[in-house]
């Protein structure tokens, strides 16, 4: 863990504070840190930190929710990579952003390509634009938001380190609001490392679950997301 990190300047937003190592990052959103860091590397890298201390990178919340992003294009929707890439430049040009997938009202999925979906206004009607297979090319087919389920925008991030099959477990969450945007039990300020503290320490999952008022299940898929495997019964 970094001990000198970006402090928050009056008035900013807590959402954009680069507070976040890879490695930390990647522990949080159960992502591989080989995976992560690639990423954020290369001359033409998928994503773009929000912050650096020397060569280290430093991501925001809002990094967190773009990573996530990221790994559900690929893990759950299976996008290639190059695919994702090309797709993520496209859309630096048209945004004139650095961090196209914190608009997350505007990149959807359609027809298995990436598109931005901008909303009618006044006398101008809602264009979709593809940003993947041809970009520029308008577009009229319906779109579907595809983060919906795990990521409320500015709010929670609830990675699940098994998304990509499990569409409804929520063990897990992230809220810069809650515990300074660590990874916590869904519903509660008990941060995932505190109950993996007690696990190494040769704490019982039931002893866990009873001293913190949770339920069994819910400790053991919290251990699990961080990578702790349990033990079959």
């Not at 190592?21 to 860091?37: D, G, M, S, V």
């Not at 990149?107 to 006044?122: H, S, T, W």
Request: charge should be positive.
């Amino acid at each position: 863990m970094l001990k000198h990190k970006p402090v928050r300047r009056p008035g900013q937003d807590i959402r954009t504070l680069p507070t976040y190592t890879i490695p930390e990052a990647a522990a949080f959103l159960a992502i591989k840190q080989r995976t992560l860091f690639s990423w954020y590397e290369g001359n033409d890298p998928i994503l773009k930190a929000s912050g650096h201390n020397g060569s280290v990178h430093l991501l925001s919340y809002r990094d967190l929710e773009e990573a996530y992003r990221i790994y559900l294009l690929r893990e759950r929707f299976h996008f290639p990579l190059q695919f994702v890439r090309r797709s993520m430049r496209n859309a630096r040009k048209l945004f004139r952003s650095q961090h196209p997938l914190q608009r997350a009202d505007a990149i959807k999925e359609c027809l298995q390509d990436l598109v931005y979906d901008k909303p009618a206004r006044g006398a101008r009607p809602r264009t979709i634009t593809s940003l993947g297979k041809k970009p520029g090319q308008q577009l009229v087919e319906e779109v579907a938001n595809m983060f919906a389920e795990r990521i409320e925008a500015g709010r929670f991030i609830f990675p699940w380190r098994f998304a990509a099959s499990d569409h409804l477990s929520r063990p897990v969450s992230m809220n810069p609001r809650i515990m300074s945007g660590r990874l916590v039990v869904t519903g509660t300020r008990i941060p995932v490392t505190v109950l993996w503290g007690r696990k190494r320490a040769g704490v019982r999952v039931e002893e866990i679950a009873k001293d913190y008022g949770l339920d069994t299940d819910t400790v053991e898929k919290a251990l699990t997301h961080i990578g702790i495997r349990q033990k079959a019964a």
